[in-house]
């Protein structure tokens, strides 16, 4: 769990413009996150997700789930579950 909060201290200080994460209260592993869009076809647009990490992140072949519960158009996100490929 030490990994994960130094990558999560250095994703603070260099993530994109618009877009914030925060831990969940009850699970380090569990984060919630927004994106506002300020330019382009979606501008205005704010779009909510959240990732989970899995208890093997890290290791080869381990990637975290992230999930939007806002609808999202785009062609990696599965309409219906809302999750990125």
Known sequence: DYKVTIEYKHLKQHAPAGVYLVPSLDDLRHFHGVIFV??????NGIFKFQVRLPETYNDVNTHPQITFSSYVYNPHVDPATGQLD
Do not use: K, L, N, S
């Not at 300020?38 to 501008?43: H, I």
């Open 38 to 43: 300020r330019r382009g076809p979606f501008t």
